[in-house]
């Protein structure tokens, strides 16, 4: 068998039927070098267009039949793709989550993958064909319900495959040429990164950075995958390399910035931290609405304060329950997080450098995160791009 290489193409490389076309008949050209498990996601903004058609029709979806409804669109992407490549000349087989052998927990919205048993993709490997996986979604082995392992979920697939077969690297083919030193829209200046390793690109992702599921980075970082983020247009650009790697000697370096655009703040009633938290999780149960990302939680005065980010379609949906709710307040005011990833985050040094520099264009801080690789600000939510480009010279 030739070397194994696992891509995933992103929902924008996939949005019409040229853009299949195109990139199936790069997919072709790669399989005569390499045997390839593809992954895809669904095609442009379909799993949106998904969600605002459960949300017209339900005003609390049940997540079990939120997963029966968004594993829909990789289903269409897979078959697309498979088409158009043998009708290449190049023989392909399509696969969901679940005849692939990705096992979850029983988790509905956001599973987690607990074992992999590829048996039906390493059969069509050994004759030759091109595997086209739908990404995002598994099976529970104990429930035999579907599942999906929530938004970006393709990239978690694509480095589950990845370490199955213990593949040479797995690709994570977009629209963007590489992984920038901040948003490209919103920084004109940002430049592209040529390598990272594991730590640093798990610490963009849990703050912002869109270019890989948090989750998959911190899946490719236990099975050492070798993880490339590039263009699905073109074979030969640099884009950015991801693996093991430490600095050879410490240093205060700053190396990117990025932001969740919407952070929730809420006061609970209940002061105690554990008590608070439960009290959420159990109404966002209770309402069908997967538990967001938590971004901080503390005892402030009498009652606890809790930040909290995710996806737009959960964040309104948290926002209208909590909007008349007696235990819980939300904040008056919309939040974000501008996060400088560096090296050398502990020391004053980079924190002085980033308060001097906001205090020196009048923006104002609400709050300051700092952890082994970052330096977090919340702003309210107009002023982000106004920080992101503020501090982007600091880099």
């Known amino acids: 068998m030739k070397p194994l290489i696992v891509q995933k193409y992103g929902g924008a490389t996939l949005a019409d039927p040229e853009k299949i076309k195109s990139v199936s008949s790069r997919i072709a050209a790669q399989s005569k070098e390499n045997s390839l498990i593809v992954v895809v996601s669904a095609m442009g903004k379909t ?6 058609l459960a949300n017209q029709v339900s005003s609390h979806p049940q997540r079990r039949e939120m997963d029966m409804l968004l594993t829909v669109g990789e289903r269409i992407s897979m078959s697309l793709v498979s088409m158009a490549l043998n009708d290449l000349g190049c023989p392909a087989i399509s696969f969901t989550g679940s005849q692939a052998g990705i096992f979850t927990d029983d988790s509905h919205v956001n599973a987690f993958i607990k074992d992999v048993k590829p048996m039906r993709l390493d ?8 595997v086209i996986l739908a990404g995002f979604q598994g099976v529970s082995p104990v429930t035999k319900e579907i599942t ?50 594991y730590d640093q690109l798990m610490e963009m992702t849990f703050w912002g950075a869109k270019v890989l599921h948090y989750r998959s ?9 070798t993880l490339y983020i590039g263009p699905a247009s073109s074979k030969t650009s640099d884009g950015t390399i991801v ?16 932001s969740h655009e919407l952070v929730l ?19 966002l149960d209770k309402n069908q609405i997967a538990f967001p990302q938590l971004l901080s939680c503390e005892t402030s005065l009498d009652k606890t304060e809790i930040f909290l980010t995710g996806p737009q379609e959960i964040m309104f949906a948290v926002k209208k329950e909590l909007e008349k709710h007696p235990d819980f307040t939300l904040l008056p005011t919309d939040y974000s997080t501008v996060t400088l990833t560096c090296t050398g985050a502990t020391s004053p040094e980079m924190t002085q450098k980033v308060l001097n520099t906001l205090t020196g264009k009048n923006l104002e801080t609400q709050k300051i995160l700092i952890s082994a690789m970052s330096l977090t600000v919340l702003v309210e939510a107009p002023l982000r791009k106004q920080v992101i480009e503020c501090l982007h010279p600091l880099i």
């Open 123 to 130: 059969e069509a490997l050994k004759n030759n064909r091109v």
């Open 148 to 197: 999906t392992l929530g938004r970006g979920g393709s990239d978690t697939s694509a480095v589950a495959m990845a370490a199955a077969f213990n593949a040479e690297r797995c690709e994570i083919l977009k629209d963007v040429p590489a992984v920038f030193t901040a948003d490209p829209n919103i920084v004109k200046s940002a430049r592209p990164l040529s390598e990272l390793n």
């Open 47 to 52: 799993t949106n267009s998904l969600i605002d």
């Open 217 to 225: 980075v911190e899946l490719a970082k236990m099975r050492d995958v």
């Open 243 to 258: 693996k093991k790697g430490l600095n050879m000697f410490e240093s205060c370096k700053a190396l990117s910035l990025n």
């Open 265 to 283: 703040g809420i006061h609970c009633r209940e002061k105690n931290p554990a008590k608070a938290l439960q009290g959420l999780q159990n109404l």
